[in-house]
């Protein structure tokens, strides 16, 4: 899918993204033979793109979209699913203590889904319709702000 240039910033967040949606839904092992060692590296793995990656992702995402668009309901969704992945990455890294490892696996499998549906949401919906809102100008002082 072509994307204007300004938002490559934001897509090359997403292939990051997908990347690890993928590892989270797919394991090197079965689910069913899932152990805690494995199971902790999977959230290792998680907290470690989230707090490098994805936050900032976000942050950008709210900062810089969001102007303008504040009643667009893609906006809104896009809002909405960046409180519920933080949401689930909150209770997969602060409290699953005693949850059994098919448990763990379970919501690190529903945030890769989550993750990757999003992603597409972005790719798909969302920055089509930035695209088309916004003049020339405004679209390369939006990619200025993101490269930042």
Do not use: C
């Not at 907290?47 to 009643?71: C, I, M, Q, S, T």
């Not at 690190?108 to 930035?130: A, K």
């Amino acid at each position: 899918m072509k994307r204007h240039k300004s938002l490559f910033p934001l897509s090359h967040d997403h292939q990051h993204g997908l990347a690890l949606a993928l590892k989270l839904k797919y394991p090197k092992k079965p689910l069913s033979s899932s152990t805690e060692e494995e199971i902790s590296a999977l959230k290792s793995e998680l907290a470690d793109k989230y707090e490098n990656v994805l936050r900032k992702h976000f942050w950008k995402e709210e900062k810089y979209l969001v102007p303008g668009f504040e009643e667009n309901n893609l906006m809104k969704q896009m809002l909405e699913e960046h409180r519920k992945l933080e949401g689930l990455y909150n209770i997969i890294v602060n409290n699953t203590e005693g949850w059994t490892p098919e448990q763990q696996r379970d919501k690190l499998y529903l945030f890769g889904e989550l993750l990757d549906l999003h992603i597409r949401f972005e790719e798909r919906e969302l920055f089509p319709m930035i695209e088309k809102s916004l003049s020339a100008e405004q679209l390369k002082e939006l990619g200025e702000k993101l490269e930042k």
